[in-house]
């Protein structure tokens, strides 16, 4: 199998020389035109990194970024380059800001900064994981029950991870954390002057950037943590218990306000009782989509793994997205769950489940194989007594199943920072009713980061940069404004 894999690397190297190559000298950040489609405005270029930091002769391989200038009028008024992260991990950073720049930035960081977006290794326009695509598209239950269910996905895994690592080169191996903190202080330092490094990341973004702030304490300017994951719980019981949690608390929100909203579809009926109902009928049969059958955009039925998925999802938005999630429960107890379906995957979806897979396992999400056996199943059953309606599910959960038996060893255990405490302020926000970052991560993130300051929202949805006083808050924060009183809780 080992000679299988190696054969197969070097293959895929070679096929990869365009954009991986033997080390030069350090080369700076090649500016040039952007996709068509990305606004005149904003500049893209490459920057030559390692494959990997540990070997002084690595190949290379191209970091791409976006940067969107800060035009100074006169009125000096710039502060230098804001780094983005916007989670994942593998969602393109560069993607998101060509195609929703006045959503996931202010006028005032416009006004105030050089806004740069990396796509990070292994995502994107950074050397994209690829796998084989029939593998990526196929549905495996992750609803495991015993320990034969726990073997096939194992089998499943360790076929799709020999894919990734076949199609993907070296850089399978490489695209952990640690190294994509490392390529973002590659890129501080080719943007010259020596500026501090001042960054805005959500939900994974905090990973990196804590992780960063441990590597690179000295170099940290203002840094907003926003819906915080931390990497060093146990994540076979601890991180998977708190995010099922904060799943739980999510749903019971809407929950609650279904009984007393009209704008409720569901307003005068059991909510709660209609979903689990839906669930237990999904495990026996997948739930009919008919809608999707006209529009060929989404999958014909729903899984009960994607119909867990598709409620977390929704509640992502916070209460904006309530009314549409009421009323997609009620379509589904009606007999078409069209509103609750994924969508069909396109060459972006699969890039996307392709990095993230290959990021986590790389950072140590997963359990080993007869870990699970022993474990998994009793934590499952007990996760899914205390929380009856989410079922014990959410991204750790996912991470956990998928990297069993993982075929590239574990590069960014996990483990508690090590931060100095004479580091600058660092803003970590979350709201109260996160549904996927808990706030007990925020409150974990800052025993570990001595110069936190904590900022909650008292709110719902993923991460808040959402407009309102939290977002004025951050935005003042990385302007050198203001900085907040710590454990200040916020209502928008």
Known sequence: MKLTIVLALAVASQAAEADCRKSEAKAGIRWGPCPADYAPDFECGKLLVPINYDNASSEQFNISMLRLPCVDNGTSTCQGNLFFNFGGPGDSTMDTISKDLFNVTSEKLRKGFSIIGPDMRGVGQSHAVKCDEELLDRRVSLNVTNNQELEELAAYNRELGESCANMTGPLFYHVDTISAAQDLEQIRQALGDDEKFNYYGVSYGTQLGSQYAALFPDKVGRMVLDGNLVH?????????????????????????????????????????????????????????????????????????????????????????????????????????????????????????????????????????????????????????????????????????????????????????????????????????????????????????????????????????????????????????????????????
């Not at 409720?264 to 009919?288: N, R, T």
């Not at 060893?409 to 580091?423: G, H, S, Y």
């Not at 991460?463 to 977002?471: F, L, V, W």
Request: hydrophobic share 40%; glycine share 6%.
């Open 232 to 492: 060093s719980q146990d994540i076979a019981s601890d991180a998977m218990m708190s995010e099922a949690a904060t799943f739980e608390n999510s749903f019971n929100r809407v929950v609650d306000w279904c009984k007393n909203s009209t704008e409720c579809a569901l307003h005068g009926e059991d909510m709660a009782a209609i979903f689990d109902a839906l669930f237990d009928e999904s495990l026996v049969k997948p739930l009919a989509a008919p809608g999707c059958q006209q529009s060929k955009k989404c999958r014909e039925n729903v899984t009960s793994d994607e119909l867990l998925d598709s409620l977390q999802g929704s509640l992502f938005s916070g209460r904006e997205g309530w009314p549409k999630l009421s009323q997609g429960i009620k379509e589904a107890r009606d007999g078409n769950a069209t509103l609750l379906s994924a969508t069909m995957p396109d060459d972006s979806d699969r890039s996307l489940q392709a990095s993230f897979l290959a990021v986590t396992c790389l950072d140590g999400f997963g359990i080993d194989l007869e870990s699970a056996k022993r474990m998994a199943i009793p934590r499952l059953l007990a996760a899914r007594s205390l929380m009856p309606h989410s079922r014990g599910s959410g991204g750790i959960t996912i991470e956990q199943l998928q990297c069993m038996e993982w075929p590239a060893p574990v590069t960014n255990p996990i483990q508690k920072l090590k931060v100095r405490a004479f580091m600058p302020p660092v803003l970590l926000v979350n709201a109260l009713h996160d549904a996927s970052t808990s706030v007990m991560w925020a409150v974990e993130m800052r025993e570990q980061i001595p110069s936190a300051i904590n900022v909650f929202r008292d709110g719902d949805g993923h991460g808040s940069y959402i407009g309102g006083e939290t977002q004025d808050v951050m935005d003042r924060f990385l302007l050198g404004e203001e900085t907040p009183e710590d454990l200040t809780v916020l209502k928008t």
